[in-house]
């Protein structure tokens, strides 16, 4: 990546929708959070020394705020985006070599003056706070490595980026909590046996409709995975195309349910429709995110860099479980819709 400030800003705002710095706290507030142990979505706290939502900000809102600026000044240095900054460099900014550089150069559209980036960096609490949380990071990549590679020594495939590290800790979700995503799919899995249990006990009819709209869901979730194309020699399915298979699958549905002869389908108290629902936009839906970020990330991929390596890099294991949890989901409404939309009336 090269060009003026203005363009590695605009490079940003294509890849995620967000300035350089927004992208920059979201991934490090990611970090932090784990670290700390803190929801920010307000459930209970996974252990006693877990922040509060005041503690949180007064005491590590500035280090979220000292790694995203090492993130930007080593993005910006490197030119490239601050997903892409690896562990090792975010080290090297907030307590290292770059370290006295930091609170130099162009200042970003955050609400701190230059003399209150200089007071932050010459912090040692949160420089060394900041660095407990880049050294657990990359310490957590390496376990998860070693269980991708069979590894012993958690020999790395790559380096440990920012994002890819940000992208991990979001599916596994706060120690000693579940992660949102898994009771959203326990959630849309309960729609389908209730749709299943409601098949079987002959208490509920499905009318023409409903069976012609399962055949149509069902041709849907059936298709193989196909985009982006993979490269030459690349074999198939890609992850990629599995999670991207997604938000791809969701406007399809959506597109269907809109028309007029499946509207027996739209109450939310309607067996078929519920299920259906649950799947395309709460399973599904939890990926969504991710799926539009690894797409973009895709796109960058260097013409030299094998689809095993760039999966390595981008795609840790909680991702991977969180699609696997998706595609199970998924197969299980397949099932059922089978049934439903193929069986004798």
């Given at each position: 990546?090269?060009?003026?400030?203005?363009?590695?800003?605009?490079?940003?705002?294509?890849?995620?929708?967000?300035?350089?710095?927004?992208?920059?706290?979201?991934?490090?507030?990611?970090?932090?959070?784990?670290?700390?142990?803190?929801?920010?979505?307000g459930?209970?706290?996974?252990?006693?020394?877990?922040?509060?939502?005041?503690?949180?900000?007064?005491?590590?809102?500035?280090?979220?705020?000292?790694?995203?600026?090492?993130?930007?000044?080593?993005?910006?240095?490197?030119?490239?985006?601050?997903?892409?900054?690896?562990?090792?460099?975010?080290?090297?900014?907030?307590?290292?070599?770059?370290?006295?550089?930091?609170?130099?150069?162009?200042?970003?559209?955050?609400?701190?003056?230059?003399?209150?980036?200089r007071?932050?960096?010459?912090?040692?609490?949160?420089?060394?706070?900041?660095?407990?949380?880049?050294?657990?990071?990359?310490?957590?990549?390496?376990?998860?490595?070693?269980?991708?590679?069979?590894?012993?020594?958690?020999t790395l495939?790559?380096?440990?980026?920012?994002?890819?590290?940000?992208?991990?800790?979001?599916?596994?979700?706060?120690?000693?909590?579940?992660?949102?995503?898994?009771?959203?799919?326990?959630?849309?899995?309960?729609?389908?046996?209730?749709?299943?249990?409601?098949?079987?006990?002959?208490?509920?009819?499905?009318?023409?409709?409903?069976?012609e709209?399962?055949?149509?869901?069902h041709?849907?979730?059936?298709?193989?995975?196909?985009?982006?194309p993979?490269?030459?020699?690349?074999?198939?399915?890609?992850?990629?195309?599995?999670?991207?298979?997604f938000?791809?699958?969701q406007?399809?549905?959506?597109?269907?349910?809109?028309?007029?002869?499946?509207?027996?389908?739209?109450?939310?108290?309607?067996?078929?429709?519920a299920?259906?629902?649950a799947?395309?936009?709460?399973?599904m839906?939890?990926?969504?995110?991710?799926?539009?970020?690894?797409?973009?990330?895709?796109a960058?991929?260097?013409?030299?860099?094998?689809?095993?390596?760039?999966?390595?890099?981008?795609?840790p294991?909680?991702?991977?479980?969180?699609?696997?949890?998706?595609?199970?989901?998924?197969?299980?409404?397949?099932?059922?819709?089978?049934?439903?939309?193929?069986?004798?009336?």
């Open positions: 990546m090269s060009g003026t400030r203005q363009d590695w800003e605009q490079s940003h705002t294509d890849a995620y929708g967000m300035s350089a710095w927004r992208r920059a706290v979201v991934s490090c507030g990611a970090l932090v959070a784990h670290h700390t142990g803190y929801d920010r979505h459930l209970r706290p996974a252990r006693p020394d877990a922040p509060d939502p005041a503690a949180f900000g007064r005491e590590w809102m500035p280090v979220v705020e000292l790694l995203a600026l090492a993130a930007c000044r080593a993005a910006w240095e490197g030119g490239v985006l601050v997903d892409d900054v690896e562990l090792s460099q975010l080290l090297g900014w907030i307590d290292g070599a770059h370290t006295a550089q930091l609170p130099a150069g162009p200042l970003l559209d955050s609400d701190r003056a230059e003399a209150d980036w007071r932050l960096a010459g912090d040692d609490q949160c420089r060394w706070r900041a660095r407990d949380v880049v050294s657990a990071a990359a310490a957590l990549a390496i376990a998860e490595c070693r269980e991708l590679t069979g590894a012993r020594d958690g495939r790559g380096a440990l980026l920012l994002g890819t590290r940000a992208r991990a800790v979001r599916a596994q979700g706060i120690p000693g909590l579940e992660p949102g995503w898994a009771g959203d799919c326990r959630w849309a899995t309960e729609q389908v046996e209730r749709l299943h249990l409601a098949m079987r006990s002959g208490l509920w009819k499905p009318s023409p409709a409903h069976r709209y399962a055949r149509a869901v041709r849907t979730l059936v298709t193989e995975p196909d985009h982006p993979p490269p030459d020699g690349a074999d198939g399915p890609m992850w990629i195309q599995r999670i991207v298979r938000p791809h699958v406007s399809t549905v959506l597109a269907l349910a809109a028309q007029p002869a499946y509207a027996v389908v739209s109450p939310a108290s309607d067996p078929l429709g299920a259906i629902d799947v395309v936009h709460t399973g839906g939890s990926v969504a995110d991710i799926a539009d970020d690894l797409e973009h990330v895709w960058t991929r260097p013409p030299d860099q094998s689809v095993t390596d760039w999966e390595f890099a981008h795609l294991r909680p991702v991977r479980e969180q699609i696997r949890a998706v595609e199970e989901l998924t197969l299980r409404l397949t099932t059922v819709l089978l049934d439903l939309g193929y069986s004798r009336a």
